[in-house]
């Protein structure tokens, strides 16, 4: 098994930081990881993007032009990368900023409202942790334990913002559990 995640959004939305997340749970379950973070000028306000790079043998190459899934903060990005994503793959849409859809049939789309959770939640900054969460309880790649786990970790110094992204967990988990019903 070898999964590809991209997260990408605009610089500031916290991209490169989930992507470390999900790398670190995927590491704390004993899996092979790269994390390859994209920097430059997409750091103040370009398309931002970083590939998590999940597997259960040793990973060959870094380079991945066709990733299994995405996580789209932003309609450029949505745009630029739905398109080389894998059939079968999930792409999560944060339809808070995007209106529009994947136009593809052939991959699983998750449309949550990333950023208005994160205002009910308490902070627009915690938006990535509501799609990590989110793509997170759909894909099943980690436990959901293990990301709590690994975000408490995250935050360690900052522990006045724990339970903040606990509840960014939380509901981001539920509107997933919402879709379906």
């Known amino acids: 098994m070898q999964k590809e995640v991209m997260f990408a959004g605009f610089g500031g939305q916290g991209i490169l930081f989930?992507?470390?997340i999900l790398a670190h749970a995927a590491m704390?379950?004993?899996?092979?990881v790269m994390w390859i973070p994209s920097y430059g000028?997409?750091?103040?306000g370009g398309t931002a993007y970083c590939m998590v790079i999940i597997s259960e043998k040793h990973i060959g190459s870094p380079i991945v032009k066709n990733p299994m899934h995405l996580v789209a903060m932003n309609r450029p990005s949505l745009e630029k990368f739905a398109p080389v994503v894998k059939p079968e793959?999930?792409?999560?849409?944060?339809?808070?900023?995007?209106?529009?859809?994947?136009g593809r049939s052939d991959v699983d789309e998750l449309v949550i409202p990333?950023?208005?959770?994160?205002?009910k939640v308490g902070s627009?900054?915690?938006?990535?942790?509501?799609?990590?969460?989110?793509?997170v309880a759909r894909s099943k790649l980690v436990k959901m334990e293990t990301l709590r786990h690994c975000v408490e970790e995250?935050?360690?110094?900052?522990?006045?913002?724990?339970?903040?992204?606990?509840?960014?967990?939380?509901?981001?988990?539920k509107a997933v559990v919402n879709l379906k019903e």
């Open 18 to 20: 989930s992507a470390k």
């Open 28 to 32: 704390e379950e004993g899996y092979e």
């Open 41 to 44: 000028p997409e750091m103040r």
């Open 89 to 102: 793959g999930i792409v999560l849409i944060n339809s808070t900023l995007i209106p529009v859809r994947s």
């Open 114 to 119: 990333v950023n208005d959770i994160a205002i």
């Open 124 to 135: 627009l900054k915690s938006a990535n942790i509501v799609a990590l969460s989110s793509f």
């Open 154 to 173: 995250e935050f360690s110094k900052k522990t006045k913002l724990i339970p903040l992204n606990m509840k960014a967990m939380e509901e981001g988990e």
